[in-house]
């Protein structure tokens, strides 16, 4: 997918950023699944990789096989993880102690500022609604850096890009692009349709206002493993000019 945003620095163009999003570790892809999507991901040679969450969907204890393919997930600049309303209902923190472990950066209405070709992009993960559920914050959307040049956000649920699209910084700066998932688009009918409804962005890349989002189609599947009308994917994004 390619994502064209205005005044993009020269240094940044091309930036590959490999996105993959409600994977349902637990009750999904059996673990050989997970080996190929893994596999694919390292394929592509990605400079960032994100999960915009949904990615457990268990007890961690009980997906040791599963967890060591994501742990082979590595990307130059990193690979950065939001909360989905999943790893919410199991145990969040357990999701967030256990993807630190394996080196993939959480971010909890908190971001990074990553330097690249001496360009300053900046990162950002809001929680999940879920989150209030359980007496914690729900989504915030981080202040961003003053001399930043490029600005991501990773939101699991989609319909926060109306709020991000509006988001000034204290400086004015503003979000480009917005990375989300959980909607599956639909993963099979009638709940294609009723996505749809639910959603201004349901699936695929769109724009809200001057931002850019896409939301992913998900990964993996959740409940029955079949898919109709939808395709699992492994997102390839490339920043352009």
């Not at 209405?109 to 879920?130: M, S, Y």
Request: with cysteine.
């Amino acid at each position: 997918i390619e994502v064209k945003i205005k005044d993009l620095p020269a240094e940044l163009n091309g930036l590959r950023i490999v996105q993959l999003s409600d994977v349902h570790l637990g009750t999904g892809p059996n673990v050989n699944q997970v080996r190929a999507m893994i596999d694919q991901t390292l394929a592509l040679k990605p400079d960032l990789i994100v999960l915009t969450g949904d990615i457990i969907d268990s007890s961690v204890k009980d997906i040791g096989p599963e967890l060591r393919e994501m742990e082979r997930l590595r990307a130059p600049f990193g690979v950065y993880f939001c909360l989905g309303n999943h790893e919410c209902y199991w145990n969040y923190e357990q999701s967030v102690k256990t993807f630190s472990k394996m080196g993939i950066i959480p971010l909890l209405n908190e971001g990074r500022t990553i330097e690249i070709k001496n360009q300053r992009v900046f990162i950002a993960g809001v929680n999940d609604p879920a989150m209030t559920y359980f007496s914690h914050p729900g989504p915030q959307i981080p202040q961003i850096p003053a001399q930043s040049t490029c600005n991501l956000l990773l939101a699991h649920q989609p319909q926060i890009a109306k709020k991000v699209s509006q988001f000034r910084s204290e400086g004015g700066q503003r979000y480009h692009l917005q990375l989300s998932g959980h909607t599956h688009g639909g993963q099979f009918f009638p709940w294609s349709i009723v996505v749809r409804w639910m959603y201004a962005i349901h699936q695929g890349l769109g724009k809200m206002d001057d931002l850019w989002v896409y939301v992913s189609c998900g990964t993996g599947f959740w409940g029955p493993p079949i898919r109709l009308g939808t395709v699992s994917e492994v997102s390839e994004i490339v920043l352009s000019a």
